[in-house]
């Protein structure tokens, strides 16, 4: 089996790896007590509401606007981020493994934490949204079909090629009249 990992330079008190795999994010719940895709779907989220923000407001300024050059305020972002969760994200993921194939952080959360300016926290939320993001699984791997066709007549939640949308044969067939 492959090494399901990915690795992100970063800048710390030298040049570093965060790793992005199991073992990090294991690491990030355990030493932060939050939950890992809590923080990153949050993470995602407050990006893709700023840049969704910020495409309306050139829309509604300029209609025609170029809506690959969009600028947006860095600090709308960061003013919904938590920065204690930055903190242990990357400590977490930047660890390092023994000649016994075990990981090793080199970093405390304190440590990492000295090295990390304000200036840094935008370029750095990037790099861990592109690890993770690298890191997760495509539709395919995750067995995700197609958009699902239109439904035959009868049989609920059943698509006409027989699979019920998410990839997957349905394990229970209902017919409609049953529920009528």
């Known amino acids: 089996m492959p090494i399901a990992e990915v690795h992100i330079p970063v800048k710390l008190d030298r040049e570093r790896t965060m790793i992005f795999n199991l073992n990090t994010l294991s690491r990030f719940q355990e030493t932060s007590g939050l939950f890992y895709f809590d923080f990153i779907t949050n993470l995602q989220t407050t990006f893709n509401d700023v840049v969704e923000n910020a495409r309306r407001a050139a829309l509604a300024k300029n209609p025609g606007a170029d809506l690959r050059t969009i600028l947006f305020n860095m600090n709308d972002v960061l003013k919904h981020i938590d920065l204690r969760a930055i903190h242990h994200l990357v400590a977490a993921a930047v660890h390092e493994y023994d000649s016994d194939d075990n990981p090793v952080w080199p970093l405390t959360v304190g440590k990492v934490g000295r090295y990390i300016s304000t200036i840094d926290v935008y370029p750095l939320v990037r790099k861990i949204l592109d690890g993770h993001m690298q890191n997760a699984p495509t539709p395919t791997e995750l067995g995700e079909a ?6 035959k007549p009868g049989v609920a939640g059943e698509t006409q090629n027989g699979s019920n949308g998410n ?3 349905p394990s229970l067939e209902l017919v409609a009249a049953d529920f009528t």
């Open 146 to 151: 197609s958009p699902r066709p239109a439904a």
């Open 167 to 169: 990839g997957g044969v």
